[in-house]
């Protein structure tokens, strides 16, 4: 009998020169750069050229009407903001430059609102916040949105990137293999964390709070949002990122000092009741306060994190596709067997 790897964990299943992630040691690589080097530096738009994907962003940012049509549709029924964009970018091509578009209009007509059209002279980042609440952005909002962007653009063979390179690997499109990733994103468990990350700090409320909220939430057995990473057994780097460029925007800020005395409380907590797991932070918390601070809703966290990860699905969608290889895993049998069939059963089901 073959060993069963139960979550595919120490499988290796592709060679890939797009991103590294070293758990131990607390790394991560996009192309030949450490994201700390990166993410704060550069524009989204040269992180996209650094993936190999430039050309995609020279696609139409304006949704097609059919796209409008259904999110229309889905704002009427209050659907998820996933589910949205999931539905929308099935039916409008362009997946890169289109996030964007489709993110923001949902949101506006969740809140009845029409859609602002994208500009033709706005960059990728400031173009999402202006479509969203129709000002001109700083250059610190877009900053700080840019770092975010290029800080979680890629992360190795996680869920949804696999669910793109698997859908890929059968010689499907890359909408269709994009609309798969959207469906692995918007599991808690991947990529819908980062609200709750936040909750938990407005729950906390006062830094006098923290011990108490803490003590009780992992007493009870509750999960603490934003520490532990199923790969990163130090740190996570992306959270120093963040951090650094929360502390950017919100530097001063009362949300800020609070944020940063939760996460020193719940190291120090963690260590106490459950010591040698090192769960230390990870990318959700700071996700969340940067967001926050940018002035996005909690619904636009995950969606968001969508606009940038796109960019790496595509990536690893062409790197796939020359492989020409199809992603075939196998399976264990540990059902029954030598069953025989009751024809009496049969007839009965007839008749009823």
Known sequence: MLPVSQGLEGVVAAET???MVDGERGELIIRGYPVEELAPNAT????????????????????PN????????????????????????????????????IVAAYS????????????????????????????????????GLETYLNT???????????????????????????VGAVGALKGPLHGGAPGPALDMVFEIGDASR???????????GERLMGFGHR???????????????AERLLGGNPLYDLAKSVERTAIRLLEEYKPGRRLQTNVEFYTA??????????????????????????????????????????????????????????AASRIH
């Open 289 to 346: 306060l940067l967001l926050h601070g940018l002035g996005l809703e909690t619904p636009l966290f995950t969606p968001t994190f969508a606009i940038s990860r796109v960019a790496g699905w595509i990536a690893h969608c062409m790197e796939q596709k020359k492989t020409g290889r199809l992603i075939r895993p196998q399976s264990v049998y540990v059902g029954p067997r030598g069953l025989k069939w009751d024809a009496t059963r049969a």
């Open 44 to 63: 989204f738009e040269q992180t996209v050229e650094i993936l190999g994907v430039a050309e995609f962003l020279n696609a139409e940012r304006e949704l």
């Open 17 to 19: 020169a797009i991103s």
């Open 231 to 245: 790969v990163y057994k130090v740190r996570d780097p992306r959270a120093d990122v963040l951090a650094a460029a």
């Open 152 to 178: 979680v653009v890629d992360h190795g063979l996680n869920a949804s990137t696999f669910t793109a390179r698997v859908i890929t690997s059968t010689g499907s499109d890359v909408v269709s293999a994009i």
């Open 210 to 220: 923290a011990e108490e909220v803490l003590r009780r939430k992992i007493e009870a």
């Open 66 to 101: 059919i796209a409008y049509e259904v999110l229309r549709a889905a704002a009427e029924h209050k659907d998820d903001s996933m589910d949205a964009l999931r539905a929308a970018a099935g039916v409008s091509g362009a997946p890169l430059t289109m996030f964007p578009t």
């Open 108 to 143: 506006r007509l969740l809140h009845d609102r029409d859609p602002i059209a994208p500009r033709k002279d706005l960059g990728h980042a400031a173009n999402y916040l202006y479509m969203l609440d129709g000002q001109m952005p700083s250059v610190e909002r877009v900053r």
